[in-house]
């Protein structure tokens, strides 16, 4: 991984952290999505490189299981 690429994942990172900070009032469905989707995004721009195809269909596809895993009744 080139240097471009990791200091983008870092960025990513921190800006999912700041993010998440402010899911205090998010219901357990709602931090359950957003957290999918920020761990899809990261593992969809590492398996693909820092594609951002990749980086956004990881996204929706963690925010899917994210919201699915924490429906209610389960």
Known sequence: MNRLHQRAS?????????VLAGCAGM????KGTAVG???GAIGGAILTGGSA???VGGAVVGGVVG???TKPGK
């Open 10 to 18: 870092e960025a990513l990172a921190i800006a999912l952290l700041l």
């Open 27 to 30: 219901s357990t469905q709602e």
């Open 37 to 39: 989707a920020g761990a």
């Open 53 to 55: 195809v990749g980086t």
């Open 67 to 69: 919201h699915e895993v």
